[in-house]
């Protein structure tokens, strides 16, 4: 009896993933890499669109324009040492076949009080924003957690957008986890997580470290400064 046909695997899709990195002498090194376009990845990407403006020792500046080794300064009152700076291209519907597309959020003036922000601001699909409320404290334990923007999505003041032409996203790691200010809002910088490791293939591990050549394991992203919540969690506290 003739063998039977191995059925051919599906192969991932990919992405190119742009990386500028503090290295071990405090020099600036920058590397693409090739890697899967799943959503642990994505996530460590996409938190700022082009042209968000953040607060950082030297002024504002957009995010585009800044370089690892400046110092932010954070919601929780310090200045911080970005260490590493990563950025993908979002991609409008169809633009490229079996990519999928992400929405942005757009927070618009004002939406969360006066100068909250000011102007609107665009955040890419994997942004968390510090959520100071003791409603939080049900779900994290605690009166601040980091919450999914899009969880805040209402179709007024707070709107998911499809980009209709390729946008650049970015996000930030910090020499200490802590929250990014950005037109009057606080959004979390990258953290894998504390539990990212648990379960994780080792191959995927393997490829994940390698978007971040100035660590080594999880753990070097240390601990995190707030806890998080889930769209579900933001739902139930504001309808508590």
């Known amino acids: 009896m003739p063998a039977e046909p191995r059925r051919p695997t599906a192969t991932p899709m990919t992405r190119r993933y742009e990386i500028s990195y503090l290295d071990g002498d405090g020099l600036i090194e920058s590397v693409t890499r090739i890697a899967p376009a799943i959503p642990k990845f994505e996530e460590a990407f996409s938190a700022?669109?082009?042209?968000?403006?953040?607060?950082?020792?030297?002024?504002?500046?957009?995010?585009?324009?800044?370089?690892?080794?400046?110092?932010?300064?954070?919601?929780?009152?310090?200045s911080e040492t970005i260490t590493w700076i990563g950025s993908m291209t979002l991609f409008p519907p169809r633009a490229m076949a079996g990519m999928t597309s992400s929405t942005l959020t757009r927070i618009t003036?004002?939406?969360?009080?006066?100068?909250?922000?000011?102007?609107?601001?665009?955040?890419?699909?994997?942004?968390?924003?510090?959520?100071?409320?003791?409603?939080?404290?049900?779900?994290?334990?605690?009166?601040s957690a980091y919450a999914p923007a899009?969880?805040?999505?209402?179709?007024?003041?707070?709107?998911?957008?499809?980009?209709?032409?390729?946008?650049?996203?970015?996000?930030?790691?910090?020499?200490?986890?802590?929250?990014?200010?950005?037109?009057?809002?606080?959004?979390?910088?990258?953290?894998?997580?504390?539990?990212?490791?648990?379960?994780?293939?080792?191959?995927?591990?393997?490829v994940f470290l390698s978007l971040f050549p100035h660590l080594r394991s999880f753990g070097e992203f240390g601990s995190m400064k707030h806890p998080r919540m889930s769209a579900a969690d933001v739902e139930a506290a504001l309808e508590g």
């Open 48 to 78: 700022l669109a082009r042209g968000t403006v953040i607060a950082t020792t030297d002024g504002p500046a957009a995010i585009e324009d800044v370089v690892p080794g400046m110092k932010v300064i954070t919601a929780e009152g310090r």
């Open 109 to 143: 003036a004002d939406a969360f009080g006066v100068g909250r922000p000011m102007p609107d601001l665009v955040l890419g699909p994997w942004a968390r924003l510090l959520m100071r409320d003791a409603r939080c404290r049900l779900a994290s334990g605690m009166n």
């Open 150 to 206: 899009r969880s805040f999505t209402d179709g007024l003041s707070i709107i998911e957008v499809t980009p209709v032409a390729p946008v650049t996203v970015y996000h930030l790691v910090l020499e200490h986890h802590g929250s990014i200010r950005a037109a009057g809002i606080e959004i979390e910088s990258y953290h894998p997580g504390s539990r990212m490791g648990d379960g994780f293939d080792p191959r995927l591990t393997q």
